[in-house]
């Protein structure tokens, strides 16, 4: 990347693909992020700029490298690698961490109370994936590809879509009658065909027509 596109990023803003981090304190949060972009469509950390993106640039690049590439190696399952850029603007600079879109989704973080956890961007936050965004993930990974048999339930939940235009994995129960691993495995393979797809917020996630 050069000055002028970091900039352009800069001023665009946190999003789905960019995160700001005036420095790295922790091991934990930064491998969240970084799983994050891996289990999506991949992002960008820009180290030494604040929240409202300004610029303080990075004191310690080796301290920042080191902690990145623990986070990476040590915090995250399956390992990541993420590539490093050095952006100067005047004397401050901007450490670019760029983590691309992962072939081995889905990517767990290791977490303060020492479990491994899922997480999937959400505008500009890592939000924890759900069992269903999860199954996603696993199976988008597997070459094999989906084949879908269309029974009553396929059919009633997008019948339903059509007329509701959104539906959650509660209500997804309700509407087939079955259990809600059984109501889990029918969206999965409607997500997986390409068929309705995943909305995901902070307070909920629900599942619409594409």
Not at 54 to 63: A, C, L, M, R, Y
Not at 178 to 197: E, P, T
Request: hydrophobic content about 35%.
């Amino acid at each position: 990347m050069n000055k002028t596109n970091v900039k352009k990023l800069i001023f665009e803003g946190e999003s789905v693909t960019v995160d700001f981090k005036k420095t790295i304190t922790s091991c934990e949060k930064i491998a969240r992020t970084m799983v994050s972009f891996a289990n999506n469509k991949g992002g960008k950390l820009l180290i030494g700029v604040t929240d409202d993106g300004t610029i303080k640039g990075v004191k310690s690049e080796d301290e920042e490298r080191y902690m990145i590439t623990k986070a990476a190696h040590l915090f995250s399952r399956p390992a990541l690698e993420p590539t490093f850029e050095e952006i100067y603007f005047d004397d401050k600079l901007v450490l670019v961490v760029d983590t691309p879109a992962s072939e081995l989704k889905p990517h767990y973080a290791l977490a303060e109370d020492g479990k491994w956890w899922a997480y999937v961007r959400v505008k500009d936050k890592s939000v924890l994936a759900s069992k269903i965004v999860l199954e996603v993930l696993k199976r988008s990974s597997n070459s094999e590809g989906v084949l879908i048999e269309y029974s009553d339930s396929e059919k009633t939940l997008l019948g339903h879509l059509e007329t509701a235009g959104r539906i959650t994995i509660k209500e997804c129960s309700e509407l087939l009658k079955v259990g809600r691993r059984r109501a889990q495995n029918v969206l999965v393979d409607l997500i997986l065909s390409g068929l309705i797809k995943i909305n995901t917020t902070e307070k909920e996630e629900y599942y619409t027509a594409c």
